[in-house]
């Protein structure tokens, strides 16, 4: 079975994929989701685009590896299809599949799928009727806004304004040694509906034995569970390009927990009133805050091509459509208009004037896809 490595960004040999010129970068971090489907298990690869890699410009075929017996945790599940950290475990008398995406199973998913992270879970909540048990959103600093201490100072001289009840602390080192090899702090638990965790991603990766070519790198991991990860992929599913991921995240982030100055806390005995006013806010989450509202996701991967794109509608979209002609020739056609005039309203100004320029400069079809891609 052959297994590509794609490593994450800023490690050596690979630059920091897609990082915004504010310094932020945010993106999906873990995905769990259950659903029931008729489908073989290489239906099911077809299904998520996951047939095919292509190495060194030579396509091979995924061979996910077959593992039987019930996991820990996963009861029920009694087969798991595995590549690399890309699972898919299978209940048959149920019919029922799980996906389970670590953090290194997400950058995967996204060099290997044509399908980006809207499609994915507009397919998972629209197609599928599927339960999105958990969704771990990360948000890189590689500016320092603040560091895993500046939380941990915060939280622990009362400046923190949150109805999450407990936080903890990890701090590990080698014996001799001064320096960490693992920093981080968090609020909530593995049972919280919804939890926050901060880390030092560059010590991370050094402790093992990895290069880092970014000389700052925090990560903020907003993990979801249950109905919060469901509302999140539906968020998603129905966003354009998920253009409006960061405001998102700086909301839940803002209505769960504020960081206020230590001298605002001795003006009033009332937290909530102080948290209201963001002149009280300590700069470094006003600014933090005022960043991660500008993100987009970070989910393509450069070398997507439109040639992969085309060829998943045509592969999963078009045999749809004409299940659907045959099943009703009349009413095939009001469903293609209603379809465009859907697409109509989401219209931004960026597809405006890529219309304009189509039309003065009479591009073609393949021309106006590629721009689209971009």
């Given at each position: 079975m052959s297994v590509v490595d794609f490593r994450n960004a800023g490690v050596s040999n690979t630059p920091a994929r897609i990082t915004r010129s504010n310094g932020l970068r945010v993106l999906v971090d873990w995905v769990t989701a259950s659903f029931h489907s008729e489908k073989n298990f290489f239906e099911i690869q077809e299904l998520f685009s996951l047939t095919e890699l292509v190495i060194n410009g030579q396509k091979e075929p995924i061979v996910f590896e077959e593992i039987h017996g019930a996991r820990y945790k996963y009861a029920g599940y009694t087969i798991t299809y595995r590549y690399s950290n890309i699972e898919f475990m299978y209940a048959p008398d149920e019919g029922k599949y799980l996906l389970n995406m670590t953090g290194q199973g997400c950058r995967e998913f996204e060099q290997i799928s044509v399908l980006d992270y809207e499609m994915l879970f507009g397919m998972l909540i629209g197609q599928l009727s599927a339960n999105v048990s958990r969704i771990d959103i990360a948000i890189d600093d590689f500016n320092c806004i603040y560091k895993v201490n500046t939380i941990?100072?915060?939280?622990?001289?009362?400046?923190?304004?949150?109805?999450?009840?407990?936080?903890?602390?990890?701090?590990?080192?080698?014996?001799?040694?001064?320096?960490?090899?693992?920093?981080?702090?968090?609020?909530?638990?593995?049972?919280?509906?919804?939890?926050?965790?901060?880390?030092?991603?560059?010590?991370?990766?050094?402790?093992?034995?990895?290069?880092?070519?970014?000389?700052?790198?925090?990560?903020?991991?907003?993990?979801?569970?249950?109905?919060?990860?469901?509302?999140?992929?539906?968020?998603?599913?129905?966003?354009?390009?998920?253009?409006?991921?960061?405001?998102?995240?700086?909301?839940?982030?803002?209505?769960?927990?504020?960081?206020?100055?230590?001298?605002s806390l001795s003006f009033d005995t009332n937290r909530t009133r102080i948290a209201e006013n963001q002149d009280n806010w300590t700069h470094w989450w006003k600014k933090y805050l005022g960043e991660v509202g500008k993100l987009s996701l970070s989910q393509k991967a450069p070398d997507k091509s439109v040639e992969r794109t085309v060829n998943w509608f045509l592969t999963q979209i078009v045999p749809s459509m004409a299940v659907l002609e045959e099943v009703d020739p009349e009413g095939y056609g009001y469903f293609i208009r209603e379809l465009t005039n859907l697409g109509k309203d989401r219209l931004n100004n960026e597809h405006l004037l890529l219309i304009e320029e189509a039309q003065k400069n009479s591009l073609t079809l393949a021309e106006v896809l590629d721009r689209l891609n971009k």
């Open positions: 941990r100072k915060a939280v622990q001289s009362g400046q923190a304004v949150t109805h999450i009840r407990t936080w903890g602390t990890h701090q590990r080192g080698n014996v001799g040694g001064h320096d960490l090899t693992m920093d981080n702090f968090y609020l909530g638990t593995l049972k919280s509906r919804y939890s926050i965790n901060v880390y030092d991603k560059k010590m991370e990766q050094e402790a093992k034995n990895k290069e880092v070519t970014v000389p700052h790198w925090t990560r903020t991991e907003l993990r979801l569970k249950e109905e919060y990860a469901t509302r999140f992929a539906r968020i998603i599913a129905l966003s354009t390009g998920n253009d409006n991921l960061g405001q998102y995240v700086m909301s839940f982030l803002n209505n769960s927990i504020t960081f206020v100055k230590k001298k």
